[in-house]
């Protein structure tokens, strides 16, 4: 039968329509934090979960690999029950390193960072399939570009305003120092006020809205600063790199 596009919550239930994007993947580590803070405003994450598709045990084991569009439906779905469009940027503020569990802690072991964010655009698909980070070098600046290979079917802005903030958010725990964003741009229509405040607040610069980019932009020196991880978050990110060689084999839920 014929999906009509406008129904969001038809579409996101209906099978054959996911059959299209079953190659992208992600790991179940995007959803920490995910269910204190959807209860914190009053829903059920469990119920929201099982709107679009996806399996309870993603809020217990970081390890799974799940849909990606799927999750990024998801992410669109609590924004809208939630009647929250900061849900990316709240969400993703309060994660780090953590969410991509081994490879977080791969990326401590680099000497600058310059070494660690290349080893991000290489290695990015340790997470999730779906994604790819390009960066853009000039004289004085360098510029990060996300884009999710799924986003013209599917509406992806808290996923990517979510992956922008997190990605500032592997910044800071990288280096505390380092310097805030030059620039930055959403490639979503200019929201409300008061959520174009908590994003320039959040990112310490101007954002600019429309167009199809979502990027950061850094000095240039950012690259030559060495990695300095606080020492607790070290070793917790060493502990995982540790479980997940015990770990057998991950599952696969679509």
Same mark, same amino acid.
Do not use: K
């Given at each position: 039968?014929? %999906? ?31 269910? #204190? ?8 994450? @469990?119920?929201?979960?099982?709107? @679009? ?19 990024? /439906?998801?992410?669109?779905r ?6 929250e $469009? ?14 991509v ?28 399939r779906? %994604? ?9 600046? %360098? ?8 986003a ?20 800071? #725990?990288?280096?505390?120092?380092? $310097? ?8 979503m229509?200019?929201? /409300? ?13 101007? @954002?600019q ?16 600063? $060495? @990695? ?23 599952? %696969?839920?679509?």
């Open positions: 039968s014929t %999906i009509a596009p406008e129904n969001r919550h038809d579409l996101i239930n209906h099978e054959s329509f996911w059959m299209n994007f079953m190659r992208y993947l992600a790991r179940s580590g995007g959803l920490l934090g995910y269910a #204190d803070l959807v209860r914190r405003h009053g829903h059920d994450p @469990v119920a929201l979960l099982s709107d @679009v598709g996806l399996p309870v045990t993603a809020l217990q084991n970081p390890d799974l690999y799940l849909s990606y569009p799927r999750l990024a /439906a998801l992410y669109e609590t924004a809208q029950v939630l009647d $469009p900061a849900f990316g940027l709240l969400l993703g503020r309060q994660q780090g390193l953590e969410v569990g081994a490879l977080g802690a791969w990326l401590c072991q680099q000497n600058t960072m310059g070494e660690a964010l290349l080893g991000l655009q290489r290695n990015l698909g340790f997470h999730a779906g %994604i790819q980070m390009h960066s853009e070098i000039s004289d004085t600046t %360098i510029t990060l570009d996300l884009q999710l290979a799924f013209d079917e599917i509406n992806c802005q808290q996923m990517l305003m979510l992956s922008l903030t997190l990605l500032e958010r592997g910044m800071t #725990d990288l280096q505390p120092a380092h $310097p805030p964003p030059q620039a930055v741009r959403m490639g229509p200019r929201p /409300a006020a008061a959520l174009v405040h908590a994003c320039e607040e959040f990112f310490r610069c101007p @954002v809205f429309g167009g199809r980019d979502y990027s950061l932009s850094y000095p240039l020196a950012l690259l030559a600063q $060495p @990695v300095a991880v606080m020492p607790r978050l070290q070793a917790r990110l060493q502990q995982h790199w540790r479980d997940d060689w015990q770990l057998a084999p991950v599952s %696969i839920s679509m």
